[in-house]
């Protein structure tokens, strides 16, 4: 009866984690570029009331950090390196994000469609 407890268990387990995988895989990839402290595109357009997963490249040799308060995420990316930011489902609206490290220039908008 133990055995069967435990299987059960494991089989959960499995199942959940598979779960939570295939929704992220599942979710639409959009790209971000950082060069020379600007992001491109610095507009981007994203479907409304989906989870989407942004892989933001740092193309500049210093770190930057993507941050938005309306998005409610914050990841410092290093210099010649790449992130994974998982935003969403998001309604219609504008989502300002910017660079911490270079705020006047590092500066974009999500917009939810």
């Keep these: 009866m133990m055995n069967l407890a435990r299987v059960i268990r494991a089989s959960l387990t499995a199942v959940c984690?598979?779960?939570?995988?295939?929704?992220?895989?599942?979710?639409?990839?959009?790209?971000?570029?950082?060069?020379?402290?600007?992001?491109?595109?610095a507009r981007l357009?994203?479907?409304?009331?989906?989870?989407?997963r942004l892989v933001v490249y740092n193309r500049d040799?210093?770190?930057?950090?993507?941050?938005?308060?309306?998005?409610?995420?914050?990841?410092v990316i290093m210099g010649?390196?790449?992130a994974i930011i998982f935003i969403g489902p998001l309604k219609p609206g504008e989502y300002p994000f910017f660079g911490e490290f270079n705020p006047k220039t590092?500066?974009?908008?999500?917009?939810?469609?």
């Design 17 to 41: 984690l598979l779960a939570v995988f295939v929704a992220h895989a599942a979710a639409p990839v959009f790209e971000i570029e950082i060069r020379d402290h600007l992001f491109d595109p």
């Design 45 to 52: 357009t994203v479907p409304a009331g989906k989870k989407v």
């Design 61 to 75: 040799p210093t770190p930057e950090e993507f941050e938005s308060y309306e998005l409610n995420r914050e990841k």
């Design 80 to 82: 010649s390196s790449k």
């Design 106 to 113: 590092a500066q974009g908008m999500v917009i939810a469609e």
